[in-house]
């Protein structure tokens, strides 16, 4: 069982940053697909980045594409989502998410659908005014 701890919400001005952290058990970083969702105020959760995309890069959302980073380090274990430029539109509550990678995912990268991750943290709240 993978135990998933956000961490690094709160309130911030518009056009400012926030970095959440995603703490987990100890894994290799190719063994698992991780990603950071969203679920917007009446609206369903989506995928804000997602580790690998299959062309060797991350998967970002085009509604914060250029502005998020997603990163992981593996020293400490821990999932890291760098926001900038915050706008209005991304107050939501952020998880981090995580699901064992298969053969396919190194060929066609980490799903970004919500319903494909097994291990979800509790959530962290953002809040952009």
């Known amino acids: 069982h993978v135990q998933l701890v956000e961490s690094g919400g709160g309130s911030v001005q518009a056009g400012g940053s926030l970095r959440l952290s995603c703490a987990g058990p100890a894994y290799a970083s190719s063994a698992y697909c991780m990603g950071w969702f969203r679920r917007d105020p009446g609206k369903e959760r989506k995928a804000v980045a997602v580790t690998y995309s299959g062309n060797g890069g991350p998967y970002y959302a085009d509604a914060v594409a250029g502005r998020f980073t997603v990163s992981q380090v593996n020293a400490n274990n821990t999932l890291y989502l760098q926001m900038t430029n915050l706008k209005l539109g991304d107050t939501a509550m952020y998880y981090c998410?995580?699901?064992?990678?298969?053969?396919?995912?190194?060929?066609?990268?980490?799903?970004?659908?919500?319903?494909?991750?097994?291990?979800w943290g509790q959530g962290t709240q953002v809040t952009v005014s």
């Open positions: 998410a995580a699901v064992e990678a298969t053969i396919s995912t190194l060929f066609s990268g980490c799903s970004s659908s919500p319903a494909d991750f097994t291990y």
